[in-house]
Structures are given as structure tokens and as C-alpha cells.
């Protein structure tokens, strides 16, 4: 458990890092006086830089910050973040995001050139009595949409399937030959089912970036399908994991992967902090106050009204929103405690 703590730590370092990095270089390119760059929140351990950013190392290592002239108050310095256009403050703000995401999609090129056998909905057999056999749907058929969702990976119909379809529209290729054909999975075992059995494809060098980048988009998908049952209720917020149970998660993943080596070992945190990356990435552009996705918000009403938001207004919006954050992070931290007990 010990070690699963500490990686846990240095990942999310390396997260927060490149997140806030982001942020720091398109200030940077735009112009924007930046005080800090911080990596670590609280009491300081060291600083040093000189001019007008400091660079410091403080001791809490899951968090870190850009401190940018004017981002939480009023300036007329004509290079503080309030006053550039909201075009480069929506650039800034989006910046942190996209180096997670595409951390998420470096660790999924790593991993897919180390197993490099991935499945793909290139029907291999068809299940008796099922949906597809009733549909006529044979082995070799290569299913590319499911409705108007396109698929390429068999991680794309599992995520179809969860939104629990009545009727699909599958399109597939046969010989070439783009067809179509309309079914309603069956429920087996609690689950909704087309009825086939998936291919195994090996990828080539330059096939493991394409389907890094399916696996990312499939990660993007599922945060957006999870955030969506949360508010309509077929989730619950004790269903969500903190640090705790993300430390308890790494353990257990560790411990599974160990009977196979341990490069196996290694492929599996990966993975696992591939898809943390890409989920926080995506979360932190939720249109919620004290996240950068309400920031973006209030950067495109300005965009469109071309009226300045008082500063003041922002701030107490975002302290709102950040009580809001973290009696939700106290409160899935207490949960992923008592699910250890």
C-alpha cells in the first residue's frame, strides 16, 4: 500500500505539472504577467526565479497553481489576464486541460505498442439466438455506426450499450459493401446484447496513434455519459472515488497484474492513470463555477456581449463554486474511507 501511495503522489504531481504548465506557457505566449508557478499547494519549500515569475515547490503534492496578474481581481495593467481579449483567456484556460488529455493519449501510445492486440467490432462469431443472427449479421461484417455514433473500437459498443438502446441502427461493412440493418439487443445477465463475439486486431507502429486516439475519445465519451447520469440520477455521487480510492484502486490493480510480470504491472497503472488524466483534463472544462470550464463561460458572455464581468462578481461566483468542489471532495474522500472499513 505504501508504494501504491507514493505513485499515486508522483502521477499526480506529474498531472498537476503539466496542467499548470499548460496554463503558464499560452499566458506566456499571449503576453500575461504571471507572479507564480507553483507545483504543490500549501507551505512553501523552496522558490527561486528572478523578475517578475516566481517559481516555488510547496509541500502539499496533490494540487499546484498559475497566479496570474488580474485572474481574481481588478488591474490596469494592461498584460494582466482581465484585461487580454476573452479569446486568449478561453486559450489559457483550455491549455491545462488539453496537456492532460494529451498526457492520457501519450501513456495510450505506450501502452498499445507494448500489447498491441486490441479489439475491434469485426464480428469473429455470431451468437446463436441472438440479436445479430436474427438481424442476418454474419461473421467478417465490420460494424462502423451503431444509430449515428461511429465505432472503431469494441470499447465504443460497450459505451453504446450502456445507454441502454431499444432499437439500433447498425451500420456495417460486408465485402466493402457499406449495408444496414435495424435490431433490439437482447438483456442478458443484466446487460444489453447485440449478440457477437469481437476480432483481434494486431496494430501496426502507426496504428497505435490512431487507436490512442480512439482510446481517448472513448475516455472523453464515458466522463460525459458518467456526469450525465449523476444528474439524472442512475449514478450516485458515493459512486465516485477520491485519492483514497484511487490509492486502493492502484493497490488492487497492482496486485491483480503481479501474477503476470512486471511489465504487466506497469501497463496496467499506466492505463489507469491514462484514463485519471483525460478524466480530470475533462472535468476541469465542466461549466462550473471555480473550474476553468466556468471560466470559459464567463470569457464567451463577454465574447458575445461584449461587456466586462466585474471582477469582484467572478470572484464570489467562484468561491461558491469552489466551497461546492470541495465539500464534494470531503465528502467522496469520506465515502472511499468507509468503503475500506
Known amino acids: 500500500m505504501g508504494v501504491s501511495i507514493i505513485v499515486t503522489i508522483i502521477a499526480f504531481g506529474i498531472m498537476v505539472m503539466l496542467h499548470e504548465l499548460g496554463h503558464f506557457a499560452m499566458a506566456k505566449k499571449f503576453g500575461v504577467t504571471i507572479h507564480e508557478f507553483s507545483i504543490g499547494m500549501g507551505p512553501l519549500i523552496f522558490k527561486w526565479g528572478k523578475g517578475e515569475t516566481q517559481y516555488s515547490l510547496r509541500l502539499l503534492p496533490l494540487g499546484g497553481y ?11 495593467n494592461p498584460r494582466a489576464f482581465s484585461n487580454i481579449s476573452p479569446i486568449k483567456r478561453i486559450c489559457i484556460l483550455v491549455a491545462g486541460a488539453a496537456m492532460n488529455i494529451l498526457l492520457g493519449f501519450v501513456c495510450f501510445v505506450i501502452i498499445n505498442n507494448v500489447y498491441p492486440n ?19 449479421l454474419t461473421a467478417g461484417d465490420e460494424i462502423i455506426r451503431l444509430n449515428n455514433t ?21 451500420t456495417y461493412l460486408r465485402d466493402g459493401v457499406k449495408e444496414k440493418v435495424t435490431l433490439s439487443p437482447a438483456m442478458e445477465d443484466g446487460r444489453l446484447l447485440i449478440g457477437f463475439k469481437p476480432s483481434i486486431k494486431k496494430l501496426s507502429f502507426f496504428e497505435t496513434f490512431e487507436f490512442a486516439y480512439y482510446d481517448t475519445r472513448y475516455v472523453v465519451k464515458a466522463v460525459l455519459v458518467s456526469v450525465k447520469m449523476l444528474f439524472t440520477g442512475e449514478a450516485k455521487v ?15 490493480t497492482a496486485q491483480v497484474a ?30 462550473f463555477p471555480a473550474l476553468d470550464g466556468g471560466s470559459i463561460i464567463f470569457a ?20 461558491i463554486g469552489l466551497v461546492l468542489i470541495l465539500g464534494l471532495g470531503i465528502f467522496v474522500m469520506y465515502s472511499d474511507i468507509m468503503k475500506l472499513l
Open 118 to 136: 486490441v479489439q475491434v467490432p469485426v464480428i469473429s462469431e455470431i451468437v446463436e439466438n441472438s440479436a445479430a443472427e436474427e438481424a442476418g
Open 300 to 319: 464567451f458572455i463577454e465574447l458575445v456581449t461584449r461587456k466586462k464581468l466585474r471582477q469582484e462578481v467572478l470572484g464570489y461566483i467562484n468561491l
Open 238 to 252: 458515493s459512486d465516485m472515488s477520491g485519492p483514497v480510492g484511487i490509492v486502493q484502486v492502484v493497490d488492487d
Open 258 to 287: 503481479s501474477a503476470y510480470g512486471l511489465l504487466a504491472v506497469i501497463m496496467q497503472i499506466l492505463m489507469l492513470f491514462a484514463m485519471i488524466s483525460v478524466n480530470l483534463g475533462v472535468f476541469n472544462l465542466l461549466p
Open 66 to 76: 498559475v497566479k496570474l496578474e488580474g485572474e481574481d481581481e481588478e488591474s490596469d
Open 150 to 170: 461511429p465505432v472503431a473500437t469494441q470499447s465504443d459498443v460497450s459505451l453504446f450499450m450502456m445507454g441502454s438502446p431499444e432499437v439500433i441502427e447498425v
